[in-house]
């Protein structure tokens, strides 16, 4: 089956989830959504999203039903609802692009396909910035034909790498977040003595960003969200949290040790109980320079 549909449902319409409705709205799309947050709702009905009552009846209205929740658990009690609702018609196709368990997408994708309603993992890497821009990484599990079969919309979010069966996405987009955690956690450690050293952050971070030192949270993180000090990406430290322990999580049901990986999470739940709940990740930073003013 291809294509052929003009209307999305959107389930999630908190920091990413919006300006992916904005971009599909802007290309014709007839965008049908839903969140439990009702200034979520308020926020995409005036980006000319269609708002529902339920997630239910939001499904029920497109054979395309994205998923832009928090976590697994979260993707799985909704997927229920929708289940129990019939609002899933058969030959109907789920998108969780949430990043979310592996395991947990694979159980679904299984569940799902026995009701003929198919199912892939198309999580994302760009945040609210990539969204808005149309900039994502697109990391899709899942067969191919139905990967093929919801390229386009995807492709109005940015760009879509298939990399292998139902649940591939949801790791490698939790094994890039663990590189991500532990890039921001050290090179803000590496900031911090720097400057104890009498370099300016502003003279570490040019001088990382053309050595070997580089990462997204040197090119990126650190000039946009940290030197300015507004701490206002868009993506939460539990959110980053919850990533690495996916990573995790999968690492040792794969037989596979990262020590280095652990840490990182421990150092992140760490940060976790002194942050505020809904802290930015970037905060991680902030968190850092005081942690070390304590030693
Ligand atoms: P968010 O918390 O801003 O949005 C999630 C939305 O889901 C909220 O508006 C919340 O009210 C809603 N929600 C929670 N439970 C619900 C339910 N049962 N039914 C309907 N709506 C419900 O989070 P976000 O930053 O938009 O992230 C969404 C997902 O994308 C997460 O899995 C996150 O890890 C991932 N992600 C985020 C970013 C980022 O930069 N923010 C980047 C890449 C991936």
């Known amino acids: 089956m291809t ?6 449902a959107l389930i999630g319409l908190g920091n990413m989830g919006t300006p992916m409705a904005s971009r599909w709205i802007a290309a014709g799309y007839s965008v049908h959504g839903f969140d439990v947050n009702p200034e979520a709702r308020a926020k995409f009905a005036s980006a000319g999203g269609q708002i529902h009552q339920t997630a239910a009846d939001a ?6 039903c994205v998923l832009m929740l928090p976590n697994s658990a979260i993707v799985e009690a909704v997927i229920g609802e929708l289940c129990d609702a019939g609002s899933l018609a058969p030959d109907s196709t789920v998108i969780d692009m949430s990043s979310s368990e592996p395991t947990s997408s694979q159980r ?7 009701s003929g309603i198919r199912f892939i993992d198309a999580p994302v890497s760009g945040g609210v910035r990539g969204a808005e821009a149309g900039t994502l990484t ?15 919309l995807l492709e ?3 760009n879509v790498t298939h990399v292998g069966p139902v649940g591939a996405g949801h790791g490698v987009k939790a094994l890039n977040n663990l590189l991500s955690a532990a890039h921001l956690w050290l090179t803000s450690e590496a900031v911090v003595i720097a400057e104890r050293l009498g370099v300016p952050a502003q003279t570490m971070l040019a001088v990382l960003n053309s050595s070997s030192g580089r990462s997204g949270s040197s090119e990126q993180k650190w000039p946009r969200f940290i030197l300015p000090g507004t701490f206002d990406s868009g993506f939460e430290a539990r959110l980053m949290l919850k990533d690495a322990r996916i990573a995790t999580g999968l690492a040792s049901e794969l037989g596979m040790p990262t020590s280095l990986g652990e840490e990182v999470v421990n150092l992140w739940n760490e940060a976790g109980h002194s942050l505020p709940a809904n802290a930015d990740h970037t905060e991680i930073a902030r968190f850092i320079e005081k942690r070390a003013e304590k030693k």
């Open 3 to 8: 294509e052929n549909k003009t209307s999305v």
């Open 59 to 64: 499904a029920s209205q497109a054979s395309f």
């Open 108 to 114: 679904l994708a299984l569940s799902l396909g026995e």
């Open 138 to 152: 697109i990391m899709a599990g899942g067969e191919a034909h139905i990967v093929e079969s919801v390229r386009a």
């Open 156 to 158: 109005c979010l940015g």
